[in-house]
């Protein structure tokens, strides 16, 4: 995830978000792309509204512009409720909410998202569920997480990586096959893959 972010630069190969090589336009990569990392990045001391706007700022908004995007973000992440409070106030539920919102305001074409739903309770995970799912439309998202009810509650394409090397990608459907269980559930196609042998057993 980082190296697609350009927060570390790849040891060997090379990576492109819609056209823009990381390596050889890495500024142009950053552009195209709204990152939610595992840590929210927020600034404790400003309210959700001047965080937003600070972050807007940095993408080169201003102006209409800027406060377009802010209103789409604020109604599109359901921030109405606590515009005007402050980061360090926030639950942990709003706090991955503010968190999305920052990664959305320059209207990225990719949206990466490190464990968007880890630490949350049942109800904070199904809300923020349905704010991804009502942004595929118009966005490639990559998302990274360790827990399968998310790979199936949201991917449509599912990436396999153990300790750095890709192990198997595609649809659950073609994973099951590729396992020689046609019909299985994510959680037999990640033990069959990587179960150490005679665990399964």
Known sequence: MRILTTYLYPSAGTASIHGADIIKDPIKARQLIGYLPESVPLYGYMNVEEYLRFVGAARGL?????KE?????????????????????????YGQRVGLAQALIHDPKVLILDEPTSGLDPIQILSIR???????????IVFSTHILQEVEALADRIVIINEGKLVASGTREE?????GKP???LEDVFITLLAPQ????
């Open 183 to 185: 019909g299985a559930s």
């Open 198 to 201: 005679g665990v399964v057993e």
């Open 175 to 179: 994973l099951s096959r590729k396992v």
């Open 62 to 66: 201003s102006g209409a512009r800027l």
């Open 69 to 93: 995007r802010l209103k789409w973000v604020m109604e599109s992440c359901q921030l109405r409720k606590v515009w005007k409070q402050p980061a360090s106030e926030l639950s942990k539920g």
């Open 130 to 140: 349905s704010l991804i799912k009502s942004l595929v439309q118009d966005k490639t």
